[in-house]
């Protein structure tokens, strides 16, 4: 009992419906939902990190079912795409340890997302994924940083 199999954090923003941008949370909703003048992180995920030249590539079209209520890729979906991407070996040999993603750009049904993915040794049974998914105009959707360990 009292072990902790997994922690998540998220970050909330108020997005205006029609700028499709971030605005300011009106007061009367920040009372409500008791919203804080703080840090959502003590940990930055650092996007430099991840290196320009990723070897493991796939593409994929963006299919109905990858779309959420804001008729937009569920982020979740990203991360699955990320996991198609990655080399064989560490898929089949390791289990994820760790996963930090940074969602960019949104996109919609009918576009092709081009997922990138590659992995770096870092211990003798640990290795390092770096992942990034653009759209077919070379703009990021998302990147990602994942640590494998051996099974």
């Given at each position: 009992g009292g072990k902790i199999y997994c922690l998540g954090k998220s970050r909330w923003i108020f997005l205006s419906l029609e700028r499709k941008r971030p605005a300011r949370i009106p007061r009367e909703y920040g009372e409500m939902y008791n919203v804080q003048d703080r840090t959502a992180f003590e940990y930055s995920f650092k996007e430099d990190s991840i290196p320009g030249n990723l070897e493991h590539k796939k593409e994929?079209?963006?299919r109905r079912g990858d779309i959420d209520t804001n008729s937009h890729v569920n982020n979740a979906r990203y991360i699955d795409w990320m996991l198609e991407a990655l080399p064989e070996n560490i898929y089949n040999n390791y289990h994820m340890k760790s996963l930090e993603v940074t969602y960019k750009k949104e996109t919609s049904g009918g576009?092709?997302?081009?997922c990138c993915s590659d992995c770096v040794k870092n211990?003798?049974?640990?290795?390092?994924?770096?992942?990034r998914i653009t759209d077919l105009q070379g703009n990021e959707l998302s990147t990602a940083s994942?640590?494998?360990k051996k099974i």
């Amino acid at each position: 009992g009292g072990k902790i199999y997994c922690l998540g954090k998220s970050r909330w923003i108020f997005l205006s419906l029609e700028r499709k941008r971030p605005a300011r949370i009106p007061r009367e909703y920040g009372e409500m939902y008791n919203v804080q003048d703080r840090t959502a992180f003590e940990y930055s995920f650092k996007e430099d990190s991840i290196p320009g030249n990723l070897e493991h590539k796939k593409e994929f079209e963006v299919r109905r079912g990858d779309i959420d209520t804001n008729s937009h890729v569920n982020n979740a979906r990203y991360i699955d795409w990320m996991l198609e991407a990655l080399p064989e070996n560490i898929y089949n040999n390791y289990h994820m340890k760790s996963l930090e993603v940074t969602y960019k750009k949104e996109t919609s049904g009918g576009s092709i997302a081009s997922c990138c993915s590659d992995c770096v040794k870092n211990a003798p049974e640990e290795w390092t994924g770096f992942h990034r998914i653009t759209d077919l105009q070379g703009n990021e959707l998302s990147t990602a940083s994942t640590v494998w360990k051996k099974i």
